[in-house]
């Protein structure tokens, strides 16, 4: 069941002698519960890429549907409210709240929305990620890969659509990558869940189903 169309996204920013393109007529497609890596060298347009399909930003032209659904067909407040409740979202730099507790900031999407996560769930959560002893520490109380570990419990905790990690070993040691991506791995066998994840590492990027290389803001290979 293909669960993400990218139809002729471009995105361009400046006009004349200051216009770069970004993205370039990219159109691909993913099914439920696979995991795609897309690599690129700094520059190629794949960060672009992610936060037009997570809704962060607008294309110039193209369309974006998850789910079937367009997403750019809903005015800012909705597209929020659909990227919170749908879209995953996993940075390279963590974006924790640091006055709230591990377990505060896995659960923050749901606050926001007014929702409750039972106890079962969040302790199940919390084992998974390997955080249950640290369920009361602060982000600053938490190793790298911790902080990681909390920011995608964050992103799991709303069984969202997709999953988008950007560069998500990118602030880690090689342990603490490993750990990542194999969670990750877990996280897309167990859960099934649909993960799309941008990275200019190849070694990193081979955990997945498939690779799309991207280079200047087009596709150059799937494999």
Known sequence: MEILKVENLTKIYGKNTTKVIALDNVSFSVKKGEFVAIVGASGSGKSTLLHLIGGVDRPTSGKVYIDGQDIFNFDD?????????????????????????VEENITLPLALDNRQVSKEKLDNMLDLLGLTSRRDHLPHELSGGQQQRTSIGRALITNPTLILADEPTGNLDSKSSDEIVALLKKSNKELNQTIIM??????????ADRIIKIEDGKIIEEQ
């Not at 995953?88 to 709230?100: D, S, T």
């Not at 941008?198 to 955990?207: D, F, M, P, R, Y």
Request: hydrophobic share 50%; glycine share 2%.
């Open 77 to 101: 407040d909705k597209l929020a409210i659909f990227r919170r409740r749908q879209i995953g979202l996993i940075y390279q730099f963590y974006n924790l709240i640091p006055i709230l507790n």
């Open 198 to 207: 941008i990275t200019h590492n190849l070694e990193i990027a081979k955990v």
